[in-house]
């Protein structure tokens, strides 16, 4: 299985991205998915995650209201849209599968895509 997460940049606050993970493989719809963050210097943060048919979305605090999750098994693709993002959404944002379903820790997933670098600006 094999992840690759696009879609970050430069944004200025208050600004939206959309983060996109495409899924090799067809066993997507098989899999959780799951979206962290790491910025410098801090430990990987979990963000929101989507069970496989889509029913059920967990999100951490600092993502509610603002962020959701979502996720197409025809495309096997998962998503993360981001809208009135803040300095602090700066970071590193990575997708990942498993099998835990609203898994919140990097051990609950055992797939990882390569990241992508979101940077909010003042």
């Known amino acids: 299985v094999q992840l690759q997460a696009s879609g970050g940049g430069l944004v200025q606050a208050g600004g939206s991205l959309r983060l996109s993970c495409a899924v090799s493989?067809?066993?997507?719809?098989?899999?959780?998915m799951g979206w962290f963050r790491q910025a410098p210097g801090k430990e990987r943060e979990f963000i929101a995650a989507?069970?496989?048919?889509?029913?059920?979305?967990y999100y951490a605090d600092s993502a509610k209201g603002r962020f959701t999750i979502s996720r197409d098994n025809a495309k096997n693709t998962v998503y993360l849209q981001m809208d009135s993002l803040k300095p602090e959404d700066t970071a590193v944002y990575y997708c990942?599968?498993?099998?835990?379903?609203?898994?919140?820790?990097?051990?609950?997933?055992?797939?990882w895509g390569q990241g992508t670098q979101v940077t909010v600006s003042s």
């Open positions: 990942a599968a498993g099998a835990v379903t609203g898994g919140f820790t990097r051990s609950d997933y055992a797939y």
């Open positions: 989507i069970s496989r048919s889509a029913v059920a979305e």
């Open positions: 493989g067809r066993t997507f719809s098989t899999y959780a």
